[in-house]
């Protein structure tokens, strides 16, 4: 897995309008109605990251929850980190049917 370029996580990044790219790594802030829902958020989030063998580095505050994903064995962002962000969109954004 190698460090995607700047202009390729710019350019990814048009799908993830929650997210930002800065000190080579995502970012993202998310807030639910109480902690409940976001302790109920993280849980859900920590199986996919099992899933995947990526784990963010994250910090809950009551009813926010702010992540940050990067690979540390590349020194930046890679693949791996737009699939967990993708896995955490699902849960915490999910599509309305």
């Not at 995607?4 to 790594?25: G, T, V």
């Not at 995502?26 to 063998?53: G, T, V, Y």
């Not at 009551?62 to 967990?84: A, M, P, R």
Request: charged residues 30%.
């Amino acid at each position: 897995m190698s460090k995607l370029s700047e202009h390729d996580i710019e350019k990814r990044l048009l799908q993830f309008p929650e997210w930002e790219y800065y000190e080579d790594a995502l970012h993202a802030e998310f807030e639910f109605e109480n902690f409940k829902d976001c302790f109920s958020a993280m849980s859900r989030i920590a199986f996919d990251c099992e899933a995947l063998n990526h784990h963010p580095e994250w910090t809950n505050v009551y009813n926010v929850l702010t992540i940050t994903l990067t690979t540390q064995s590349e020194n930046g962002v890679t693949d791996k980190d737009f699939k967990l962000a993708e896995a955490i969109e699902a849960i915490v954004e999910p599509e309305d049917d």
